[in-house]
């Protein structure tokens, strides 16, 4: 294959690359609106963030479809067969000096953000986990029988005493 035509390959990649760095920033920007919106119980702000990050995955599980394509082609043009398991490493070892060094800059750049965003998704999962606990044994407080309702003591521990159930109560 000639040079001319793997710098137009790595050039795609190269500016794939750039619109998944720009997806990941824009993500962690989400994220950080939607853990802000869950410590101040804000369920408007959680759909909201919740809804732009869905766009935003989905934009970006199109991006690697199209990123698996150009990787297909540049081990078809470096001879590493399919590309399947073919690194942005070794694709680099193809291409010019300059080229090789954007690309490597470019993807240490991604696997950051990448480890950003898996770090923000932890937190999202722990957070939503502890809240839907808490929503789960408020709910069951609210249901139950008069004899077993309880009620919180200022320590946050549940104590029975003979009430009716809240939901029965109010409405």
Do not use: C, P, W
């Amino acid at each position: 294959m000639s040079a001319t035509a793997t710098t137009i390959d790595a050039g795609g990649l190269m500016a794939l690359l750039e619109e998944m760095l720009v997806l990941h920033d824009e993500l962690a920007v989400v994220l950080r609106s939607k853990l802000e919106a869950m410590k101040r119980s804000n369920v408007g702000g959680m759909q909201s963030a919740a809804a732009r990050e869905g766009h935003l995955v989905r934009k970006m599980a199109e991006l690697d479809r199209r990123r698996v394509g150009v990787m297909a082609g540049l081990g078809s043009a470096l001879e590493a067969g399919s590309g399947k398991g073919l690194t942005i490493s070794r694709m680099a070892e193809g291409v010019g000096t300059a080229e090789r060094e954007r690309l490597l800059a470019m993807s240490a750049g991604l696997q950051q953000r990448i480890r950003a965003v898996a770090e923000l998704h932890r937190v999202i999962t722990i957070v939503s986990a502890e809240m839907l606990a808490h929503f789960r044994s408020v709910f069951t407080v609210m249901t139950r029988a008069g004899d077993e309702a309880g009620i919180y003591t200022r320590r946050g521990r549940m104590e029975s005493k003979g009430s009716m159930r809240v939901l029965d109560a109010v409405g």
